[in-house]
């Protein structure tokens, strides 16, 4: 796989003295209960953050961090607990503007090093995901939309100046009441009037009003539309986008002809106004389409394009979605370590049962169940943040050329779209599995608003749907591996890899062969045996689903119904194992880039901690196929009780490494200095009429109800 | 298995007048998008709901219904989705109050009828769990602690005749805000002093604050804590229950000498007010002591009990608990009913994507991948729902003893507490994934706060938590189990099985020697082959955690360490192994009740499904033992894809008889009309300010926040 990750190589005393910069690295408790854990640490914490992040991007955070800790309308965002989603909209809004006058990262910033801007929206997720989302509909998909797709002259280049002179606020359609996934049925139309050179957008019903759009219910005054382009002679050319104002930008108040309104509140995600929009034969300008892939003749009123098939077309527009997905898979990873922070950190802290009811009670987290619910979690976390890492830096150069609307290797198009569609549903659910776990480890106290647990929940469970919901996602990327399969033979997968995520399957013959007769633990936790495994896994279920697809299309069966018919066990399988693989090579890459230290050391452990939890859950596929033989099962066990303590020894030290500092972090229970008592408390009497009576107290009392 | 169900032995001819009652069952749409399923179903679905319930449930059920439809604070409940958290609350004890004064269920209803109690209480958790754990804590909890541990002669009855009559309101102390699981070392104490006769309660510090209790923020008047007491010269008597005036019943302040506080929000349940209480040399009269198993002398001051130990005091004052516990069962399966009902009607109206562009689009029930996602979890639903039945029946008159505090065998006792702990944990954490699994598949609109699966997700989840956190709770069933076979041989287990539940243990030998040589789809999916590999892989795992625990004590480990270390892979493994052996026998016990009829035949065919799901989880250990072959994953596997088609079928019908009425299930997405797009309009347009300027807007316009 190719590695192109920014080095931090700079001189030693250089980073040394980094290392002691407070800006970046706060000095933490020397005492407390956390102190324990950190002391027998074998890594320094500060030094394994600087391995994962450089001068750049601390820089960047730290600027963030500051905005956050002293703008008063982020300050009261952390403050209040239990905003109501009116002011929980405002704020964030007010803190999309706030945020974008500080001009931290811009296109600009990009464009020089777009892999700081993992950095930066991580950042951002880490204070509230609801200010990145509104933030992503802004200036990823409105103006990027405008970007990508504006004819090559640029008529609607003014629009992204207003917005980012935050004139304007952009919102972006693609999805309808009845249709999400299947955007290509939307039923929206925009019809060409050639007299009077506009397009008529119209909304047959309620089921083909625009839905779930960010910043449109209560802020946006422009938005990107998808609708189905007719022309005058009744003709559909398929799906075309639009530049649709909504709202007068000094008024605030909708445009007639249109019906614009609120979804309401949501699971989650309460400070982002997703709304509905139908329209009635509303009117804009022939040039508010976004005309780069088709456009309709001022004088003949026919629509013309360089590409032929409104399908080919589609699949043109569709494809930067993706770079919505990259993002998906970063902000999951944030929440992760989030949780994590929380779960790690009161699990060090809170003691319960000790070895005899006179003895001291011990820190939960000794207990090998309390590990096995965490730990992995803390490797999956570790694992996905080096997956982040080396994607966002070999995918940077693509993706400023998809916003610069330059022409890209169709094979690396396609290789992001796979790995990134794949990965995708990985990272969303680890990280909801893994909060998950976090909130039932913290016990009662989880459950508490305060904890943060509940709304780290709720804002992650997005992830699994939008940016392509992820059952959807796994089967594009299993057909697209499919495909290849189908029209080469396995060599054509190097061909088709620029990334390299892929060439190691034009093995196929060779991987095929390999078997590990394992028969110590040391066997099956190294890495390599991990690695060929998992290659061996993927090309075996991307083999048998071919093979059963074919079976069944032998048999007579439909295209369509083949290809549903042979998702379970065989096509999903294969789409999360490749995902699987992909995560896990690019951590092992990343291992052999650094220095031998404790911190390689230690995230070695972590590597065989997720790589041996990958082979437990596919450990019957891997002995019913004879890949394994019958011992695996208890080796691979026997590994991870063993590997648990040791992982659990420095996981306080290495939580201090991924965790945003206790202001963003804002939950008792997680908090650097371990004081999770001390800080409940204060914060239970700080609230609003902690001790007093219910305002309904005479309601309840017997005399008025009940004689 | 002892199978005592009230069995709905009914002449025909009235069975058929009473599936015409419109009162019991109300007649489906017989168009519209859901009549499709309905068609073609095989099943009745009010033969199928009246199997499962008798008669007089349904009556019960009818007149709660009633009162939820016709009530205004039940309606108001219903109605407004965003309410705040103190009207919750409100309205939570508002009907708290209007339900007790209906008594349509009450203790004598409960002596009389005990299995009742699971319909009272799934009818009331399908309204509003948060009302449910208001009820269940004052009269379950607090007049139920009174009922079994007040001295023989009742001298506490008339507190309960005071919650009966609806004058007081109670709450129950266990918990301390650093002592949950662990609740022998909580360190409130309750100090005698002889010369005024009374008891000190004190809190040292935060940490030993009573945490968590349920209405005690802002709504009740006593409460019983759980404290240790002490005699006058100094000795601890280990943890006594006492009742402890909070505050004054006509103006609710709490009474001086005590700070009585809120928990605030939380992640669910926001109509409870759980709150938090310290004590500064609080007195209360002696005869305020639960004092059924020890009493301090009233001359003396000496304490005195027919039990000695203080640990055996202790474990009898929690036997009790267990009662909450199959609440729990209860609670959890009525949840993921409910979210069931909205994932598989959503997913049977819902449309996307068909064979060709032109073709009409396909509900996405027909999909491999959204059957499969929902179609086991409906049958595990079912399954629990048979062993709910089954287990409230056997364990009836066992509750009204306990409840009257008369004396129940050990082996039952310690039955009863072995099956609802391992059972608990399994039917909480399948709610869990089914309500998730269920939002997930419904896309984006199952994350709007209107399609109601935000809201039962949360509630479900202190299910986890409370009545035992569920990882503790296996803990205690693998304790018992090994300590069974410890103790005596495997013969043991028959002697210790009243109820059945583990007299297949005491065959080990032949269990041992059993193994499946399947070669057949037919075979695996046979219900008499499952239970068998079920009862193997319980002795399998009860008998390689003994050896493992034996082992590492003869490496000279100490008991609290090896009982630690032998908990992943093995003793967890275990007791879940043990719970899914009983759910599934219960499940195919009914089966055999059940006259041959096309419901039989579906239900069968929903137990193939959830056992074959359970083979599928264990095979890599099956493989691995040697128990199947190698051919056994796929031919599982084969047979889950066969099933899921065949119960898709009927899913709708099935559901039909699972569901709470519209009203109740309150969801857009899961109405019994399918009118999933009509329903969503008119929700969204009688919101509040859905189509008008936010209030915000100028703040957000270019003029006044950037010139
Ligand atoms: C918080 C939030 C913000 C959003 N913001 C925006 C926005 O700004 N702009 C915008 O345009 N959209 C937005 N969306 C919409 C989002 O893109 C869609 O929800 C997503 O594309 C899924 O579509 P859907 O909800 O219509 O689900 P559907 O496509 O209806 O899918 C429902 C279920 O059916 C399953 N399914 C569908 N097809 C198949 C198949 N062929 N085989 C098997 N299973 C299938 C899916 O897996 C899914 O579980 C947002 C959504 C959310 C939740
Ligand atoms: C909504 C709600 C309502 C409640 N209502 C009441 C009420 O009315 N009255 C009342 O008294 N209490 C109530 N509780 C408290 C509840 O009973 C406790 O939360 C529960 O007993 C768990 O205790 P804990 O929260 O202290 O967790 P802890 O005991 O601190 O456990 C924390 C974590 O440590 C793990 N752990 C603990 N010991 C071990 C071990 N030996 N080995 C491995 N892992 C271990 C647990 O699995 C858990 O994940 C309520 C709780 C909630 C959430």
């Known amino acids: 796989m190719i590695l192109s990750c920014p080095n931090n190589i700079l001189r030693p005393s250089i980073v040394e003295e980094l290392l002691q910069d407070k800006r970046f690295f706060s000095s933490l408790p020397k005492h407390g209960p956390l102190a324990e854990y950190r002391n027998v640490a074998s890594i320094d914490w500060r030094r394994m953050r600087f391995s994962f992040i450089d001068l750049r991007g601390l820089e960047l955070q730290h600027r963030l961090y500051w905005l956050f800790r002293t703008s008063e309308p982020f300050i009261r965002g952390q403050t209040v607990r239990d905003l109501p989603t009116d002011e929980r909209r405002r704020l964030a809004m007010v803190q999309l503007q706030l945020l974008h006058r500080e001009r931290l990262f811009n296109y600009e910033t990009f464009v020089e090093r777009p892999d700081l801007a993992s950095v930066y929206y991580a950042t951002i997720a880490e204070y509230d995901l609801s200010l990145l989302v509104r933030l992503t509909v802004n200036y990823l998909f409105f103006t990027g939309a405008i970007r990508m797709y504006d004819e090559p002259n640029g008529r609607l280049a003014h629009i992204i100046e207003q917005t980012e002179a935050g004139q304007i606020t952009g919102s972006f359609a693609l999805t309808e009441v009845g249709h999400g996934t299947n955007a290509r049925a939307i039923r929206?139309?925009?019809?060409?009037?050639?007299?009077?050179?506009?397009?008529?957008?119209?909304?047959?019903?309620?089921?083909?009003?625009?839905?779930?759009?960010?910043?449109?219910?209560?802020?946006?005054?422009?938005?990107?539309?998808?609708?189905?382009?007719?022309?005058?002679?009744?003709?559909?050319?398929?799906?075309?986008?639009?530049?649709?104002?909504?709202?007068?930008?000094?008024?605030?108040?909708?445009?007639?002809?249109?019906?614009?309104?609120?979804?309401?509140?949501?699971?989650?995600?309460?400070?982002?106004?997703?709304?509905?929009?139908?329209?009635?034969?509303?009117?804009?300008?022939?040039?508010?389409?976004?005309?780069?892939?088709?456009?309709?003749?001022?004088?003949?009123?026919?629509?013309?394009?360089?590409?032929?098939?409104?399908?080919?077309?589609?699949?043109?527009?569709?494809?930067?979605?993706?770079?919505?997905?990259?993002?998906?898979?970063?902000?999951?990873?944030t929440l992760l370590a989030k949780a994590l922070t929380i779960g790690i950190r009161y699990s060090a802290v809170r003691r319960q049962f000790g070895p005899t009811t006179d003895a001291p009670e011990v820190p939960i987290l000794e207990y090998q169940l309390q590990q096995h619910r965490l730990l992995p979690y803390l490797a999956t976390c570790v694992a996905l943040r080096m997956f982040n890492r080396w994607f966002a830096s070999v995918t940077g150069n693509a993706q400023i050329r998809m916003l610069r609307a330059e022409p890209i290797e169709s094979a690396l198009l396609l290789e992001i779209h796979i790995v990134a569609s794949a990965v995708k549903p990985i990272c969303s659910w680890a990280a909801r599995d893994g909060i998950q776990d976090c909130r039932e480890a913290c016990g009662g106290h989880g459950y508490l608003r305060m904890a943060g647990l509940a709304d780290i929940r709720v804002d992650n469970d997005a992830n699994l749907t939008y940016e392509g919901e992820n059952n959807v996602l796994l089967q594009q990327v299993s057909q697209q591996l499919l495909g290849i399969r189908t029209r080469g033979d396995y060599a054509a997968f190097a061909l088709m890899s620029p990334l390299g995520s892929l060439t190691f399957l034009s093995d196929y013959g060779q991987i095929m062969q390999q078997h590990h007769e394992c028969s110590t633990v040391e066997q099956v936790q190294d890495l390599k045996v991990i690695l060929d495994t998992l290659s061996w896994l993927t090309a075996y279920t991307l083999e048998q689903t071919y093979r059963r697809a074919q079976e069944l299309l032998g048999e007579g069966g439909q295209k369509f119904d083949v290809r549903n018919n042979t998702q379970i066990f065989y096509a999903k399988d294969l789409a999360i194992v490749f995902g699987e693989r992909t995560i896990f090579s690019a951590f092992c890459d990343f291992l052999e880039t650094m220095e031998l230290a404790p911190e390689r050391t230690y995230l070695t452990r972590l590597a065989e901690l997720y790589g041996t939890t990958l082979l437990l859950k596919h450990m019957a596929t891997l002995q019913s196929a004879g890949y394994f033989n019958m011992d695996a099962l208890r080796l691979v066990q026997e590994a991870i009780i063993r590997l648990l303590p040791i992982v659990k020894r420095d996981a306080v030290a290495m939580i201090d490494s991924l965790a945003p500092p206790d202001f963003l972090l804002n939950s008792p229970l997680g908090a650097s200095d371990g004081n999770i008592y001390g800080r409940m408390e204060s914060e239970l009497m700080a609230g609003q009429n902690v001790t007093g009576r219910a305002t309904w107290w005479n309601e309840i009392i017997p005399s008025s109800s009940k004689l």
């Open 188 to 333: 929206t139309r925009a019809t060409y009037d050639p007299v009077h050179r506009e397009f008529i957008l119209n909304t047959p019903d309620f089921e083909a009003a625009k839905c779930w759009a960010g910043n449109l219910a209560k802020s946006c005054t422009h938005m990107i539309v998808w609708a189905q382009l007719y022309t005058a002679d009744g003709e559909c050319h398929g799906i075309s986008g639009f530049l649709v104002p909504i709202r007068d930008r000094y008024t605030l108040q909708p445009f007639p002809g249109l019906l614009v309104g609120d979804l309401g509140e949501k699971a989650g995600l309460n400070g982002v106004d997703n709304g509905f929009v139908s329209f009635q034969h509303y009117r804009i300008p022939r040039d508010h389409l976004l005309a780069r892939f088709g456009d309709v003749n001022e004088v003949t009123g026919k629509f013309e394009s360089p590409i032929d098939s409104a399908a080919e077309r589609f699949a043109l527009l569709m494809g930067p979605l993706v770079l919505g997905r990259l993002n998906i898979c970063i902000v999951s990873q």
